[in-house]
């Protein structure tokens, strides 16, 4: 295994972040927007099912008793 030597390392750090594109404020912003519009949308989901489960559930049991 080739060793390099840590001014060689940092060298190369710098020259693969130079190759990362970052994405701009705008499409930050975007993204950040559509994970928490998701996030709420998947929480009624399951806040919905959790409701209709629920409800299945306590009516079976009260068939019983």
Same mark, same amino acid.
């Given at each position: 295994?080739?060793?390099?030597?840590?001014?060689?390392?940092?060298?190369? @750090?710098? !020259?693969?972040?130079?190759? +990362?594109?970052?994405?701009?404020?705008?499409?930050?912003?975007?993204?950040? $927007?559509?994970? &928490?519009?998701?996030? @709420?949308? !998947?929480?009624?989901?399951? +806040?919905?099912?959790?409701?209709?489960?629920?409800?299945?559930?306590?009516? $079976?049991?009260? &068939?019983?008793?």
């Amino acid at each position: 295994m080739a060793r390099t030597s840590p001014v060689q390392f940092i060298n190369q @750090v710098r !020259a693969e972040a130079a190759k +990362v594109t970052w994405p701009t404020r705008r499409e930050t912003i975007t993204a950040t $927007i559509s994970v &928490i519009v998701m996030a @709420v949308l !998947a929480a009624i989901f399951f +806040v919905l099912v959790d409701q209709i489960v629920g409800l299945f559930i306590r009516s $079976i049991l009260s &068939i019983g008793g």
